[in-house]
């Protein structure tokens, strides 16, 4: 089956950096693409950054551009969040995500909190 496993959340400060990990099984990674989502406390889950299968192509949302970059390794089937210039409001849940003939897959997500 789908398994999606995030991993490299905690605790950084404003202006702080953290790579998050997502490690994927039960299906041809290679094939799809995959994304990052994120849900705040009290808010609504949000798509944050989207790679296309072979990675030539990603997009994000505007709040992170130019400080987040989602990348992907088709050998280790796992795709990475690299965060920098970490704020306050990136606090949140971050989800790993794939779609898969029109279903959609969800890891447990990765706690990342942005605090002094």
């Known amino acids: 089956q789908v398994q999606l496993v995030e991993s490299g959340g905690g605790l950084v400060q404003p202006g702080g950096s953290l790579r998050l990990s997502c490690v994927a099984s039960g299906f041809t990674f290679r094939s799809y693409a995959m994304s990052w989502y994120r849900q705040a406390p009290g808010k609504q889950r949000e798509l944050v950054a989207t790679i296309t299968s072979t990675g030539g192509s990603r997009g994000y949302v505007d709040s992170v551009k130019g400080r987040f970059t989602i990348s992907r390794d088709n050998v280790k089937n796992t795709v990475f969040l690299q965060m920098d210039s970490l704020k306050p409001e990136d606090t949140a849940v971050y989800y790993c995500?794939?779609?898969?003939?029109?279903?959609?897959?969800w890891g447990k997500g990765t706690l990342v909190t942005v605090s002094s």
């Open positions: 995500n794939t779609r898969i003939v029109g279903m959609d897959y």
